[in-house]
């Protein structure tokens, strides 16, 4: 029997950029306190959420996926669009133990922005931050890869805990199917607090969870399927980037709808972790799993992919400003007796209309 008590108000959820954004629209529908930040107004007006969990970062109109910009923005001013969205979300957030900054690591804004309030927000709040992200899928740009190291690269540097939620872009082409999967997920796991008598995965073993430093994936299994062998293969085969296959991992908790489900044999496919928890009696098999290296494997073939194309990166960014067209072309002065008289452009509308 699950708990009827409320917690969704101790989980808080900022989206940053579009992918950050249509996540907090998914985890909306749950009912849990969202907010959506962009640099582009645009993306915000497309986003169908009440419009109060807006927030349009000041002087802002995109980030066209160049990380810097999104940076350089919140860097005006002495840094005041910054100091102004941390204060917003700690405002927002204040009642929440745990905040979620969800975004894309192969965008511009998302990718940019979560990394550095999480550094923020756990230099000046005693809440758990963790974060969702996805990776970019197998058809993505160059600069989607080259941001998503810069991502990582960051996202390591950050020391303190909060687990770390990686979506692979390659596992469905529908991206909006891919975050509510998640959501349902994670808000099964949130709520995974039972009552029985045999044993519950308690709220301070959630947050255990969840504080852990590192990757962390949570799945939902109806009780009718949930099986020790399926609950394995679903560690494996899912919407997240795949686990190391180095046995590292800190927590694992696993709350049983059904008898079929063995931990032992779970922790034998993982790796031990410092500690399991365990419950009962629930609607659902979920099951988390939390402190994970990070992707190594996977971030080690974008690297490749972007290495195998810096010739050509090279090439792109250089061509458009070398000078190729040389050479005189005064053979016209022969043909045309009067040049006609060339007026002065002045408003940016005539360079418009051409
Ligand atoms: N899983 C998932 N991926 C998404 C979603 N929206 C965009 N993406 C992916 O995110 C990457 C692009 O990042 P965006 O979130 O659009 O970028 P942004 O943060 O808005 O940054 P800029 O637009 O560059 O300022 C691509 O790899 C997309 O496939 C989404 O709703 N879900
Ligand atoms: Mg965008």
Known sequence: MDTTMNVKGWYG??????????????????????????????????????????????????????????????????????????????????????????????????SAIVPAIKMRLQAETDKIICVVTCTPDDNASMKEYMNCYEFFQELETIEGGGATFIIDNNKNKEKLVLNEQFACYL?????????????????????NVLSQRGVCIVNKQGSDKAATQTV?????????????????????????????????????SVGKPLATFEGWESDATVLAISGCSLPYKKLEEIKQKIEDNKDTIKRNLTATSERKLTGSIDFLGDITAEKPKTEKRKSTRDLLFL
């Open 187 to 207: 808000d099964a796991f949130l709520n995974c607090e039972t009552t029985s008598t045999r044993g519950v995965v308690d709220r301070a073993e959630i947050e």
């Open 13 to 110: 959820f900022v989206g940053l950029g579009q992918m950050g954004g249509n996540m907090a629209k998914s985890v909306h529908v749950k009912e849990y306190p969202i907010m959506a930040a962009n640099t582009a107004q645009s993306d915000l007006n497309g986003l169908d959420i009440p419009e109060e969990s807006k927030y349009h970062i000041l002087g802002g109109y995109g980030s066209s996926k160049e990380r810097k910009k999104a940076k350089q923005l919140l860097a005006e001013n002495n840094c005041e669009n910054f100091d102004l969205l941390i204060n917003e979300i700690k405002e927002r957030f204040k009642d929440c133990r745990v905040i979620f900054l969800m975004g894309s690591s192969g965008g511009g804004s998302g």
């Open 232 to 268: 394995i293969e679903r560690i494996r085969d899912n919407i997240y980037v795949p686990l190391e296959n180095d046995g590292v991992v800190a927590n694992i908790a696993l709350v049983n709808s059904n008898n079929n489900v063995r931990l032992n044999e779970i922790i034998e």
